[in-house]
């Protein structure tokens, strides 16, 4: 299993559910939309503190970005 797809397919997922664009989540998290962007489509590999800042801003766990 690619972990760097599966958080960025979270981290859409869950990003489009709560209502908000990269540009918004970029806001919420002190992460560039760029690099929101490439997550994403799988092209980075997040460190644990980068996964905790996304969940925080998303007002989920950690590990909701962390499982199948």
Do not use: F, W
Not at 21 to 36: C, K, M, N, P, R
């Amino acid at each position: 299993m690619d972990m760097r797809k599966l958080v960025g397919d979270n981290c859409a997922r869950i990003r489009k559910a709560r209502g908000y664009t990269q540009e918004q989540l970029a806001d919420l998290s002190g992460l560039s939309q760029q690099y929101l962007s490439d997550l994403e489509r799988g092209k980075r590999n997040p460190t644990v503190v980068t996964v905790y800042e996304i969940a925080l801003a998303l007002g989920v766990s950690h590990l909701d970005l962390l499982q199948p």
